[in-house]
């Protein structure tokens, strides 16, 4: 008898589960909630523009049987939006739609002959992009997408994460790969690094000339500093 009981609950229970189930699926989506994790630190995507893309692409979720909406779909969409670098889109059990994603973050901006993008953290290419109202270097001149998103993009990251050298460097002028020049700010310098390669080495003996050497025979002011010598930097007026 014990044995039959245990049946009868189990019975009741997968009943029951199958019955919540249909039941959960014939309810109509309450709401839509949208989580933009980064907001507070840059504000390139906003809830508006999400669900004016969602009704354009008629898959708002609002008012649609719960069984009706795919997730995956919705989700697909998110990403597809210039600005969204990672996204996830899940139902709750009351049938609501939650939509958690975090921005693109773009570090170089890119102006080379009629092109113009950006590239991200990523090293991907994205579109430009009006909301984005942060500064981002600017690199311009004979740039490749390769090196734009490989070299220059090493570099970008690199200044943009370092506090001293962002303050320091306004753009990127790329001549060729092998002959690339950092403008320096306010004075408009030109920092010859040569290829981007090494770029660390380079910049950290002139930084060591600004911290130091120039303490002992005073603070000039050239037009171009040359970096690309072993050991040495070379001013020219």
């Known amino acids: 008898m014990v044995w039959l009981a245990g049946l009868l609950v189990v019975g009741y229970l997968v009943g029951m589960g199958i019955w919540s189930s249909r039941r959960t699926n014939r309810e109509i989506c309450p709401g839509l909630e949208i989580t933009i994790t980064d907001f507070n630190e840059r504000q390139y995507v906003t809830e508006t523009d999400l669900t004016k893309m969602l009704q354009q692409k008629s898959l ?79 690199a311009d001149g004979n740039i490749g997408e390769r090196m734009a998103r490989n070299e220059l993009a090493d570099l970008a990251i690199w200044i943009t994460d370092n506090p001293y050298w962002i303050e320091k460097i306004a753009s990127v002028h790329v001549v060729n790969p092998k002959m690339v020049y950092l403008i320096q700010k306010p004075d408009g310098t030109h920092l010859i690094l040569g290829e981007v390669n090494g770029f660390r080495r380079k910049l950290g003996k002139l930084r060591t000339l600004y911290d130091k050497g120039f303490e002992q025979i005073g603070w000039r002011t050239y037009k171009e500093i040359d970096l690309r010598y072993t050991g040495q930097v070379v001013g020219r007026n």
Request: glycine content about 4%; some cysteine; proline content about 6%.
């Open 60 to 138: 708002y979720p609002v008012g649609k049987t719960v069984a009706s909406i795919s997730t995956e779909d919705i989700e697909r969409a998110v990403i597809s939006h210039p600005m969204v670098r990672q996204a996830e889109c899940y139902k709750t059990q009351a049938g609501t739609v939650c939509i958690r994603l975090t921005q693109r973050i773009p570090v170089l901006r890119v102006v080379s002959g009629d092109d113009s993008y950006f590239v991200d953290i990523d090293r991907t290419r994205m579109p430009i992009q009006e909301s984005v109202t942060t500064p981002v270097l600017l």
